[in-house]
């Protein structure tokens, strides 16, 4: 674990690359990944209906007053309404902004492929399946979510960039926000990687990553 605590949040529209960033800062500095989507799908497999991110709130929120959590978080809050809930029992001490192009996001979105049960992310250009078609673990069919295909990718990132501009002005005027732009996550780690050690000490080179 890290000598520090440390409590940060990375955010970005969908397809930037953010869950991916979280698990390299969790594995680099020994914090906790805490993934909005992951306990979004948790609170739905357990009957939590589809109360959407106000389950996630009510599941997550909690773990930030763990003593163990130093702790890094993927994609929350992405409303004002959620940063505000967070701010009335946790501080944060960074938050990291990935600003990609649109047509970037939009070829990313449109070639992703999930495992339903897992959330097991596939692009099909940088990142395909062993066998097309099929989760590498499991074999079981991988599939593309309707909010996937190209015909909604713009109206998803239009959404996003309304509901998170407010969030990302409210960090900025705090300033804790620390913007990263690029087109391809392994030339943006670097950065974020050089970043973090400023803040507490990595447990593994970024070689090591």
Partial sequence: MASKLLRAVVLGPPGSGKGTVCERIARSFGLQHLSSGQF???SL????????FGSVTAAFLPLTTAPFCCGVCAGFPRTMGQAEALDRICELDLVISLNIPFETLKDRL???WVHPASGRVYNMDFNPPHVQG????TGEPLVQRQDDKPEAVAARLRKYK???K????LYKSRGILHSFSGTETNKIWPYVYTLLSSKIPPVLSDEEN
């Fill in 134 to 137: 099929v989760d590498d673990l």
């Fill in 110 to 112: 449109s070639a992703r």
């Fill in 45 to 52: 497999r357990g009957g939590g209906g589809a109360g959407g």
């Fill in 40 to 42: 979004l799908r948790e």
């Fill in 162 to 164: 309304d509901a998170a």
């Fill in 166 to 169: 407010p969030v990302i002005e």
